[in-house]
């Protein structure tokens, strides 16, 4: 059996220690430590422990680092690559809002803060709203030291120029009102926004969030003659995100843990796509029961309705907000991937002639293509049922 031979510390043990920016000198078992050693130590404050001492664990690198290191060490002179850069996406010139509302001021507050715009022109019919929501924001720039430029009125050739033109007017809901109740009421709005449109900015891209969603962006397509690349419905982002917020509640988990989607109708014919939703990577299916899924996919479609229930007097502002620049984004690529939007279809899920929510890759010019979801046969028929539901309220 080896044994570990005993050494002597001496006063040039303690120097060299001191050279090597050592505080510490080990002495084990055994070890002879000399009275000159131990002067040294105690004058250039260098303990001397009895060992063996406890050592810390081994940190070992990930590889890309320890690659790194190895040609550092190869190559004083070589750079790590910088760290991959988040896309910011392209600046638009001009974004016009028709709406100076909750919904249209608070667009405008999130594009401002994103620096997504270059100008944001706000149109309202109430006097001195839209100038007022714009001053504001303008005056938030000394704080927020934003280039975005904010202005206001009451004319809706203000939409002259712009690149997207978000389209939010109309009679909000109240307590008990059906979306599709407000047909006829908001369907003259739509009609009277589409003709300034096509007269003063017959290349912009409209995003229709005026209620009931679906069928107006019908009237807006019918009313400028637009191609259905250029003429898009807000929901299918809300309605995702409110489905994925009822199936984290459900589930206990946070809300970037679940992936899921709605489709089909922004009201009752909404489809919540429960076979593609996820958990944490996983199927729905194994971390709620069915009556817990039913639970979430009626919070979904009801969710409008309960916002609208406790304000009594409108409805949602600010998710929807969120909603709208979601799409936005992924038209400036500031977000990659599909987005759920409302377009007319042609021939896609087998549908034709209609206006309904389905994945789609936008771009600047609107609507890229639209994705075809592998569904379940329950959920097609929702696509067809929620089709069908439309086609009869536009007669």
């Known amino acids: 059996m080896n044994m570990k031979r005993s050494k002597v510390i001496g006063s040039e043990h303690v ?6 920016g050592r505080r ?6 055994g070890d002879i430590v000399t009275a000159q050693a131990r002067e040294s130590a105690e004058r250039l404050s260098i303990a001397l422990l009895d060992g063996p001492l406890e ?5 070992r690198a990930d590889g890309a680092t320890a690659a790194r290191r190895a040609l550092y060490r190869r190559n004083p002179k070589w750079l790590a690559p910088s760290a991959a850069r988040v896309p910011t996406g392209q600046r638009l010139r001009r974004v016009a809002l028709v709406g100076a509302g909750g919904v249209g001021s608070n667009v405008a507050h999130l594009l401002a803060n994103s620096a997504a715009a270059d100008e ?14 714009a001053l504001d924001l303008n005056h938030a720039s000394g704080i927020t030291r934003t280039r975005t430029v904010a202005s206001g009125g009451t004319q809706l ?5 712009a690149q997207v033109i978000v389209v939010s007017a109309g009679r909000p809901r109240t307590p008990g009102m059906t979306r599709a109740a407000l047909l006829d009421v908001n369907r003259r709005i739509i009609r009277a926004t589409a003709e300034a449109i096509r007269v003063n900015a017959q290349n912009a891209v409209v995003i229709v969030v005026t209620n009931p969603l679906d069928e107006m962006t019908v009237e807006m397509l019918r009313a400028t003659g637009f191609p259905r690349a250029q003429v898009l ?3 299918g982002t809300l309605d995702s995100s409110r489905f994925r917020r009822a ?12 992936e899921a989607i709605a489709l089909g109708s922004h009201g009752d014919e909404m489809a919540p796509i429960v076979s593609g939703s996820k958990i944490r990577g996983r199927p729905v299916t194994e971390f709620l029961s069915p009556e817990a899924i039913d639970h979430c996919v009626t919070d979904a479609v009801t969710g409008g309705g309960q916002v609208v229930a406790l304000r009594k007097t409108g409805s949602a502002v600010l998710a929807p907000a969120h909603a709208i620049v979601e799409v936005i984004d992924h038209m400036r690529g500031a977000r990659a991937g599909a987005v759920p939007a409302s377009v007319m279809l042609e021939g896609e899920y087998g549908i034709e002639g209609v206006v309904l929510g389905v994945p789609c890759h936008l771009g600047l010019g609107g609507l890229i293509e639209v994705v075809e979801l592998s569904l379940s046969a329950a959920e097609h028929l929702q696509l067809k049922t929620a089709a069908d539901a439309i086609r009869g309220r536009l007669g």
């Not at 944001?120 to 929501?133: H, R």
């Not at 199936?247 to 679940?258: C, F, N, P, R």
């Open 15 to 20: 120097s060299d220690a001191a050279n090597r």
């Open 24 to 29: 510490i000198i080990e002495v084990m078992p």
């Open 55 to 59: 050592r810390p664990a081994v940190v």
């Open 120 to 133: 944001i022109a706000l149109i309202d019919i109430t006097p001195g709203l839209a100038e007022s929501v």
């Open 157 to 161: 050739s203000a939409v002259a120029g």
């Open 233 to 235: 419905g807000m929901a």
């Open 247 to 258: 199936l984290a509640e459900q589930a206990g988990v946070a809300v970037s843990d679940v």
